[in-house]
């Protein structure tokens, strides 16, 4: 049996975002057990060049809701980018995989060859469906869960690859 479009997209970004949703509980507990003021960890960075934990989250975010809508045909959900808090932060999961929960196998199933045309820096980039998600999003995506896990172990959180995995 071949891996489809939708197995290989929704149900992967659900999970990983629900992992995030989890690791960043154990970071807001974290905060309150040490006496870190939450935003510390909010905006912390793993180099002063790098975006924050916050940016981060919400890459990550932008990278599931985009990538289901735009192989489904339909608009993504605009969120604002404003989240500054761990509840805020928590929020924007809920709603990424509320979104995703609504996109179903027929609307992604067959989309290998979608164009797919985003505007980045001002210059629009073509992929087919496939590729898209293959080498565009799944990369990014667990590049901004990684660099959101990263920060925080840096910061002290004490998880593991059992967290970022969401082994329970």
Not at 84 to 112: M, W, Y
């Amino acid at each position: 049996m071949s891996l489809s479009m939708y197995q290989a997209s929704i149900p992967v970004f659900i999970h990983m975002m629900g992992n995030l949703s989890v690791i960043l509980d154990k970071a807001a507990a974290y905060a309150e057990t040490k006496k870190i003021d939450p935003s510390v960890l909010i905006n912390a960075r793993l180099a002063p060049d790098m975006r924050p934990l916050s940016f981060q989250v919400q890459v990550a975010s932008d990278m599931a809701k985009g990538c289901a809508a735009r192989l489904a045909g339909i608009d993504p959900p605009s969120f604002p980018d404003t989240e500054s808090t761990f509840p805020e932060l928590k929020e924007r999961i809920a709603k990424t995989i509320a979104f995703l929960k609504s996109v179903n196998a027929a609307q992604i199933d067959g989309t290998e060859e979608r164009d797919v045309v985003l505007k980045m820096r001002g210059q629009e980039t073509r992929f087919k469906g496939q590729p898209y998600l293959l080498t565009y999003v799944l990369p990014n995506f667990y590049f901004h869960l990684t660099t959101a896990y990263a920060i925080l172990r840096h910061n002290g959180l004490d998880i593991g690859k059992a967290d970022f995995l969401g082994v329970r």
